[in-house]
T-cell receptor, first 113, second 114 residues
Framework: DTEVTQTPKHLVMGMTNKKSLKCEQH?????MYWYKQKAKKPPELMFV???????INESVPSRFSPECPNSSLLNLHLHALQPEDSALYLC????????????FGPGTRLTVL | AQSVTQLDSQVPVFEEAPVELRCNYS??????LFWYVQYPNQGLQLLLK??????LVKGINGFEAEFNKSQTSFHLRKPSVHISDTAEYFC????????????FGQGTRLTINP
């Protein structure tokens, strides 16, 4: 299985809502990533987990809260978001200690009203 | 720190014509190099990668790229494009250690005209 899955595909939320994005991989990868991508821009790294521990937080606002419950799952908890947080959120995974190749999921299209 | 420059933001090409998408990088250490493709409303798919060895790398969908260390370039080529190649293409570099962060270029929008 060489796939990264993400749910939901689309999410619309108000600024006072709490929601979560989910990412799953069964490739045995021990590094997992969250990216944010705005239209016509490259993905921007948000968080990196390595062996289920948060290793990189790219100064992301606290209204985004990542969680890695086990080696196959990665969540992104959302609370009190702003309209400018509307974007495509991509999850990726890679072999830790490997060659840097990352496998991407299809993304969650988030709209904040 | 690494950086990646994709010299063309948009490349229009006629169907069945050849295409080259340009990518230059800068880094003080050895790097791995990647090309990813993103079709509309989808995630990124790896086209090809250079890790070491032969400087000519072949990927999926008929694409290839050549690593040129002296020019610090990793240009992507295809001898004959198809309408289905219309997409955004990202060049990326990763250093050899640490958290394996990918540094992306700004992307090149490839549009194939009939």
């Amino acid at each position: 299985d060489t796939e990264v899955t993400q749910t939901p595909k689309h999410l619309v939320m108000g600024m006072t809502n709490k929601k979560s994005l989910k990412c799953e991989q069964h490739m045995g990868h021990r590094a997992m990533y969250w990216y944010k991508q705005k239209a016509k821009k490259p993905p921007e790294l948000m968080f990196v987990y390595s062996y289920e521990k948060l290793s990189i937080n790219e100064s992301v606002p606290s209204r985004f809260s990542p969680e890695c419950p086990n080696s196959s799952l990665l969540n992104l908890h959302l609370h009190a978001l702003q309209p400018e947080d509307s974007a495509l959120y991509l999850c990726a995974s890679s072999q830790s200690g490997g060659f840097g190749e990352q496998f991407f999921g299809p993304g969650t299209r988030l709209t904040v009203l | 720190a690494q950086s990646v420059t994709q010299l063309d933001s948009q490349v229009p090409v006629f169907e069945e014509a050849p295409v080259e998408l340009r990518c230059n990088y800068s880094s003080s250490v050895s790097v791995y190099l990647f090309w990813y493709v993103q079709y509309p409303n989808q995630g990124l798919q790896l086209l090809l990668k250079y890790l070491s060895g032969s400087t000519l790398v072949k990927g999926i969908n008929g694409f290839e790229a050549e690593f040129n260390k002296s020019q610090t370039s990793f240009h992507l080529r295809k001898p004959s494009v198809h309408i289905s190649d219309t997409a955004e293409y990202f060049c990326a570099v990763s250093d050899l250690g640490g958290a394996q962060k990918l540094v992306f270029g700004q992307g090149t929008r490839l549009t194939i005209n009939p």
